[in-house]
C-alpha cells in the first residue's frame, strides 16, 4: 500500500520514512497527537518498540516488512532455518550429535524428566556416587555383566555380545527365560555405557 505522506513540508511515498526510533506517550506518527496505544517494532531484531494510535499502528501494520533489505538467498536460508525452529539438523541416517550425559539440553518445561537427557537426574545420580565413583545402579551392572573395574567400552562392547550369542531367545528356542535374562543384560550394558560415556 503507497500512501503520500506530508510531513515537515516534504512528501514522502513510503509512510515509514519518517518513523521515529522509540516510543512515547503519544502517537509516534509525525504531527499525531492522538494517545500512542499500540506497539510497533522499530526494526527486524524486534528488541525496541514505538507506539502509535489505531488509525496509524494500521499504516505502519500495512506497509510493514519484515524482510526488507535481505537478499533472496537470506530469505530462502531464513524459511529453511524456521521449519526446524532455528535448531541444527543432520541428514537422516548420520551420527546423531546429541549424547546423553554429555550434551547440555536446556529444557525448562521438564520435557526430558525420566529421560536420558534429564540434566537433574543425572547430576543427582553423579552426587550421589560412593567413594568407589560407581552408582549402586553401576555395581549391581557389573555384577549382572560379570565385569570388574576398571572398564573400558572395548571390554564391555566384548562381554555384552558375548552375552547376546548366549542368551538371546532365538539361540535358545524361544524362551521367556531368555528373553528376561536379555532385559536384564541390556539394562546393564546402557547403564554402564553411559556410565564411561560421562566419564570421558
Keep these: 500500500m503507497t500512501q503520500q505522506v506530508r510531513a ?11 518513523l521515529p526510533t522509540t516510543g512515547s506517550e503519544t502517537c509516534a506518527w509525525p504531527g499525531c497527537r492522538e494517545s500512542g496505544e499500540h506497539r510497533a517494532p522499530t526494526d527486524r531484531t524486534l528488541s ?9 499502528i494500521r499504516v505502519f501494520n500495512a506497509a510493514w516488512n519484515y524482510n526488507a ?4 538467498e537470506e530469505i530462502e536460508d531464513e524459511i529453511r532455518r524456521s521449519v526446524t525452529w532455528e535448531r541444527p539438523t543432520w541428514r537422516i541416517g548420520g551420527e546423531c550429535r546429541f549424547q546423553p550425559g554429555r550434551t547440555k539440553v536446556h529444557d525448562p518445561f521438564g520435557f526430558a524428566a525420566g529421560t536420558a537427557f534429564d ?23 557389573l555384577k549382572v555383566l560379570d565385569l570388574t573395574a576398571p572398564l573400558t ?7 555384552y555380545k558375548t552375552l547376546v550369542k548366549q542368551h ?7 524362551s521367556r527365560e531368555a528373553e528376561k535374562r536379555m532385559q536384564v543384560i541390556n539394562e546393564a550394558y546402557r547403564t554402564l555405557r553411559e556410565a564411561l560415556s560421562t566419564a570421558h
Design 8 to 18: 515537515h513540508g516534504r512528501a514522502h511515498s513510503d509512510p515509514l520514512d519518517e
Design 48 to 56: 525496541e518498540y514505538q507506539f502509535f494510535c489505531l488509525e496509524h
Design 69 to 72: 533489505g535481505l537478499s533472496p
Design 119 to 141: 540434566e537433574t537426574a543425572r547430576k543427582d545420580a553423579h552426587a550421589a556416587r560412593p567413594r568407589s565413583g560407581r552408582t549402586a545402579a553401576e555395581d549391581k551392572a
Design 153 to 159: 567400552l572395548e571390554s564391555l562392547r566384548y562381554r
Design 168 to 174: 538371546h531367545p532365538d539361540a535358545n528356542g524361544g
